[in-house]
Nanobody, 124 residues
Framework: QVQVVESGGGSVQTGGSLRLSCAAS??????MAWFRQAPGKEREFVAA????????KYADSVKGRFTISRDNAKKSVYLQMNSLKPEDTAVYYC???????????????????WGQGTQVTVSS
């Protein structure tokens, strides 16, 4: 039983930055990830990180702009988002995987616990 809570969303102009935070509690988590979903679109992978932070994955659309990190003492994961674009506008979800895997998965179905989402809006 794991609870996941995101925070840090908001509204920013094109080129601006935001940092999202996600806190997990209630059990052991291995990989953690961020996904996002825009209106009328399917949920898509953004970034993932494994338990010891020695492996990260990013969607091509955010490489070089977003950075995922984690603090295991706080059971938290972060997403630093720079150079934001209007197409980054979406609800961002934090996800936790309680299954030990070789690499952090990029498929939503691999994550068992999800946060409620936090809105990110980028305007021009």
């Amino acid at each position: 039983q794991v609870q996941v809570v995101e925070s840090g969303g908001g509204s920013v102009q094109t080129g601006g930055s935001l940092r999202l935070s996600c806190a997990a509690s209630g059990g052991t988590t291995y990989a953690m990830a961020w996904f996002r979903q825009a209106p009328g679109k399917e949920r898509e992978f953004v970034a993932a990180i494994n338990w010891n932070s020695d492996s990260t994955k990013y969607a091509d659309s955010v490489k070089g702009r977003f950075t995922i990190s984690r603090d295991n003492a706080k059971k938290s994961v972060y997403l630093q988002m720079n150079s934001l674009k209007p197409e980054d506008t979406a609800v961002y979800y934090c996800a936790a995987d309680i299954t030990l895997r070789w690499a952090p998965p990029t498929e939503a179905d691999s994550y068992e616990y999800w946060g409620q989402g936090t809105q990110v809006t980028v305007s021009s």
